[in-house]
């Protein structure tokens, strides 16, 4: 069983443009949303690095953002190499094709694994997550569901975590899990679990990861880092969660991204059952065994992957941004998110120069992109 | 809080039209269904009694069916009083409105209840029903919500049973509870539960129950009775359920009355949730909580109660059938429901002679009536 996508193993970077992309997805104040705008505008990885301190000069930056050296880059990949670790692009072998269509996708995502594992990556995947302190009941469901799936040809797909996590991947060893990694590939969180990552590679299974070498994870890298869970993954399945646990974060983000959730009831006395009988009520599926979620997911997984429409290509404008121009699309943004064709609309500007104003205000640091479009500034 | 009913309490019977609706109701072959045409047909229980032997005999029965006397439903009448229960119509006091909506309604009902008791069933009434080996968990569950549910001006019905019902029960006598028997208000079921009747009666609760005294409740009496579980309710919770358990059958046939379908979820690990699991796959609304129930009610509850809409009167016949017109529409019949509307069509016979025929058939034994205007031959 394999995922068919529309232009799936197109994109191969030479390595002087993996070198590129790294050093402009590294840059400061560079998400995989403005890597993305940047290369729309400007065509190219090294157009864009060019071009980046001067833009995030006129967007208001105090002070030069950095931008990693040619060095800095080159080391960062033969370090990973190293380790195992490869950085790959959308479209390139080892990178989850579905993972592709997500509008914040990493440029480039590292991946952990034995050379000859990477076939795992073209499966469809089921995302199992769930409480880190759940019950016995709760790790047995998971540990059956896990290996279900995998009888069916699905790749467990989850966060490492103590609990349901631990449980979904030591059930999948035999049939391939992927484990994704919050910090970098040499920061394994919890620690403990670093036995369970070796015997997830040595198992033929991965890691994946979009943070450099040495990143230690800190709170907020770990609902970033659940958007890659869901988002290479056709569904997922939420085993046990308490309410306002991070479980529900991966489900609503799930749902945004179009894919599908899937609940484990149980008992309204349960505490640890509160957040998934909760997501039942707000529509997720209630399933209670893997066919199920396979029943679910057969109709999707018979369409190919749909990348995302790319953006018109938007060339820069003739002339840098008249600052005038630059003031009036500033006053129309605030704290509460808008969308960048009201922008257009409501400022009459030209859309080029409208979206060259947002890059510079990005690059500055002083603007966010949400998804559907919507920016706000910081 | 109170029901609201297009028609409420408009129907008061004589004595005498109370004894022939007895009679008629109590003879052989003449069900909630039978009895409805019967009426329509001819006007009045006093007509179709005058009738009913010969319809009986035309229609194939080998011998002449047996229909109590006055003085037997006299007696009937009067036994009820001295325990404490009339026999009420549709729209009388006593007689739950919701109930008179449901196309197989008793035309009379035995009502245990204190005199003054009687108002309850004017009130909103939801249905708790599940296994009879509950678990602690189930039974705590119910208790709660029968609790939160009486506290919130519901009258809980259920049907006096080990386990579910007898917990829900017991947590709403305070508030209100009706319970539902299926053999006579003489022949409890389970016997020790005669206690636990005593007390719903002490505590201005009441016993309905369809059957005459002395009517011991064999197996098939109990789907049969569960339809006026839910038929009185607006909506009907399981908790706890095995596959196959007598509480999804209640929950398809509220379904199929309209009503609304409520399941507590559970672990699907416990094969005592696997029924209510189960039913919210298919629909039914998963619930933790009274407010979950209350809420999805309130909109129902503005609404005034519907009766059904009467058939149009249809006068017999000027002459009795012909012997052919008979035999060709016993030939359009067979096993499988068919519509009425669909023979009347396929025999090109007059509406008139077709409901005579049906009517005759099913007083000798040999016509089933379905929901939805279906017959088929037994």
Chains 1, 2 share one sequence.
């Not at 957040?275 to 599926?285: E, V």
């Not at 938007?314 to 009201?342: E, F, K, Q, W």
Request: proline share 8%; charged share 25%.
């Amino acid at each position: 069983m394999g995922e068919r996508s529309s232009d799936q193993g197109t994109t191969v970077l030479t390595e002087a443009q993996r070198v590129d992309w790294l050093r402009l997805i590294r840059a400061d104040n560079v998400g995989p949303r403005t890597f993305r705008s940047l290369i729309n505008h400007f065509g190219s990885a090294r157009a864009a690095l060019e071009r980046l301190p001067e833009l995030a000069r006129r967007g208001g930056a105090a002070r030069a953002g950095r931008i990693p050296s040619e060095d800095e880059a080159r080391r960062e990949i033969e370090g990973g190499r190293r380790l195992g670790v490869e950085l790959v692009a959308p479209g390139e072998p080892g990178y989850p094709p579905r993972l592709a269509t997500i509008d914040d996708a990493p440029p480039l995502l590292g991946v952990h694994a034995l050379p000859d594992a990477l076939a795992l990556m073209q499966r469809p995947m089921i995302a199992i997550v769930g409480s880190r302190n759940a019950s016995g009941a709760g790790l047995k469901f998971a540990g059956l569901l896990a290996g279900d799936l995998g009888a069916s040809g699905f790749v467990v797909i989850s966060g490492l975590a103590r609990g349901i996590d631990q449980a979904a991947h030591r059930a999948s060893l035999g049939s391939g899990t992927v484990a994704v990694l919050a910090g970098g590939h040499d920061k394994i969180y919890p620690a403990e679990h670093e036995d369970l990552l070796l015997d997830i590679i040595e198992a033929r299974g991965a890691a994946i990861s979009e943070m450099p070498l040495g990143h230690v994870p800190r709170g907020k890298d770990f609902p970033r880092r659940n958007r890659l869970i869901s988002g290479a993954a056709v569904g997922v399945v939420v085993i046990e969660a308490a309410y306002r646990s991070g479980s529900l974060i991966t489900a609503r983000r799930a749902a945004d991204q179009g894919r599908e959730v899937f609940a484990v009831p149980g008992s309204p006395l349960d505490p640890r059952a509160a957040g998934t009988n909760d997501l039942i009520k707000q529509g997720a599926t209630l399933i209670t065994c893997a066919a199920d979620i396979i029943q679910a997911v057969a109709p999707i997984l018979d369409r190919p992957i749909e990348l995302p429409g790319r953006e018109p290509d938007h060339p820069p404008p003739a002339s840098d941004p008249d600052p005038s121009d630059r003031s009036r699309i500033v006053n129309l943004l605030g704290p509460s998110p808008v969308g960048i064709d009201d922008l257009i609309r409501l400022s009459g500007i030209a859309p080029a120069v409208v979206r060259t104003v947002l890059l510079e205000l990005e690059l500055a640091g002083r603007l966010e992109r949400h998804g559907g479009g919507l920016v706000s500034l910081l």
